[in-house]
């Protein structure tokens, strides 16, 4: 099952940021949280991934709270191609050194001109 | 980098014959290789796990005689759905991590559509 939960649905104005919540309060304190989105019929795509410290690259920001049980994800200027399913997972240790995604049911993003 | 692409792209198959999928990691060298499904308006699912070498891992439920995983190489895995039916039709992806990555992200391929008559 995925730790995480998130709300089914968001609109986002185009040039605005979108704020994109997630809750994983049973995350342990070696867990990482990772964000990926999927454009209709693509494969996903990788976009931030954070322990505990806030972190920003090119596409995004990732602010954790400092319980970790929640976080949200930062795009601070949205575009229309941004328009797409955000899975916010918690990477589970599956052994050794494999990790694995459980991806839970994401929040769909739909920017609006 | 860290790119991953998968053949073909979409497939049509009568049912009861087999259908292999190709994943490949072009420009990294791939220790383990995931395998997921995804039916419509649903999330992925993960069915198994394949390091190069080893036999895959398969995810609870998921039938490892009808999905055959095979990872010989650090470039590329296979997967064979042997005598599908329709209910086998789905979106599959696979996915490649190095293990080199700081934090052995996955890299994940554009999918490959099936779809069983």
């Known amino acids: 099952d995925a730790k995480t939960t998130q709300p089914p649905s968001m609109d986002c104005a185009e040039g605005r940021a979108a704020n994109l919540p997630c809750n994983h309060s049973?995350?342990?304190?070696?867990?990482?949280v990772y964000w990926y989105r999927q454009i209709h019929s693509q494969g996903p795509q990788y976009i931030i991934h954070?322990?505990?410290n806030n972190e920003t690259n090119e596409m995004a920001s990732l602010i954790i709270t400092e319980d970790r049980k929640s976080s949200t994800l930062i795009l601070p200027h949205a575009t229309l191609r941004d328009t797409a399913v955000y899975y916010c997972?918690?990477?589970?240790?599956?052994?050794?050194?494999?990790?694995?995604?459980?991806f839970g049911k994401g929040t769909l993003l739909t920017v609006n001109p | 980098g860290a790119v991953v692409s998968q053949h073909p792209s979409w497939v049509i198959c009568k049912s009861g014959t087999s259908v292999k999928i190709e994943c490949r990691s072009l420009?990294?060298?791939?220790?383990?290789m995931f395998w997921y499904r995804q039916f419509p308006k649903q999330s992925l699912m993960l069915m198994a796990t394949?390091?190069?070498?080893?036999?895959?891992?398969?995810e609870q439920g998921v039938e490892k005689d009808k999905f055959l995983i095979n990872h010989a190489s650090l470039t590329l895995s296979t997967l064979t759905v042997t005598s599908a039916h329709p209910e086998d039709s789905s979106f599959y992806i696979c996915?490649?991590?190095?293990?080199?990555?700081?934090?052995?992200?996955?890299?994940f391929g554009p999918g490959t559509r099936l779809t069983v008559l």
């Open positions: 996915s490649a991590s190095s293990g080199q990555a700081t934090y052995n992200e996955q890299f």
């Open positions: 049973t995350i342990s304190g070696n867990e990482y």
């Open positions: 954070g322990l505990k």
């Open positions: 997972i918690v990477r589970v240790n599956s052994g050794g050194s494999n990790y694995k995604l459980t």
């Open positions: 420009d990294f060298q791939a220790t383990t």
């Open positions: 394949s390091n190069e070498g080893s036999k895959a891992t398969y």
